[in-house]
């Protein structure tokens, strides 16, 4: 059990809407990464929060943005969904810095289509 | 650019195989590399961790390897079973404030 959690698990939604997708992290992690992953392939980094501040991004848009809040728990907000947007979004807690090693600790995902 | 890659894509075995599976990457310079598990529609579930430092790390049936300067990794898995039966990703972390970059995985089966 790793503790972290996301909600929803699933949801659908239409073409150009905006989805909010959350992650509450593991206690004691101040780190949230996010990431997505397409059908059959690894997951791809969208960004990184340590304490509250962003701290690093792939090569996602803008229109990906996201929060970190003071319990560490963080949001994933995506604006203008595109069809290519579908797809499961992870999660991943970790300890800031080389003190974490690096170990990050993923939710279950949460699986967005765009219809 | 860090690039991980494993293959074959699929594996299917049958019960009892002992079996390894690779993962290579491009860029040497790493802090670590971590083997997960992946079931159908579901989130990653961390196996093993390897520091730069080590060599390989162990955990029940699982051995990981680590071999820096070559730039690969092998995730041996002895007398497979069923529920053995999953996608297996490697990921590798270059250090502070970094991200990790993941191969895109192989499927198993392992047939009973």
């Known amino acids: 059990e790793t503790g972290v959690t996301q909600s929803p698990t699933h949801l659908i939604k239409t073409r150009g809407q905006q989805v909010t997708l959350r992650c509450s992290s593991q206690s004691g992690h101040n780190t949230v990464s996010w990431y997505q992953q397409a059908l059959g392939q690894g997951p791809q980094f969208i960004f990184q929060?340590?304490?509250?501040?962003?701290?690093g991004r792939g090569n996602f848009p803008p229109r990906f943005s996201g929060l970190q809040f003071p319990n560490y728990s963080s949001e994933l907000n995506v604006n203008a969904l595109e069809l290519d947007d579908s797809a499961l979004y992870l999660c991943a807690s970790s300890l800031g810095g080389i003190a974490g090693a690096g170990e990050q600790y993923f939710g279950p995902g949460t699986r967005l289509t765009v219809t | 650019k860090q690039e991980v890659t494993q293959i074959p894509a699929a594996l299917s075995v049958p019960e009892g195989e002992n079996l390894v599976l690779n993962c290579s990457f491009t860029?040497?310079?790493?802090?670590?590399l971590q083997w997960f598990r992946q079931d159908p529609g579901k989130g990653l579930t961390s196996l093993l961790l390897?520091?730069?430092?080590?060599r390989e790390q162990t955990s029940g049936r699982l051995n990981a390897s680590l071999d820096k300067s070559s730039g690969r990794s092998t995730l041996y898995i002895a007398a497979s079973q069923p529920g053995d039966s999953a996608t297996y990703l490697c990921?590798?972390?270059?250090?502070?404030?970094?991200?990790?970059?993941f191969g895109k995985g192989i499927t198993l089966s392992v047939r009973p």
């Open positions: 990921a590798v972390w270059p250090g502070a404030n970094s991200k990790l970059t």
């Open positions: 390897i520091q730069s430092s080590q």
């Open positions: 860029d040497s310079a790493i802090y670590n």
């Open positions: 929060y340590y304490r509250e501040e962003e701290n």
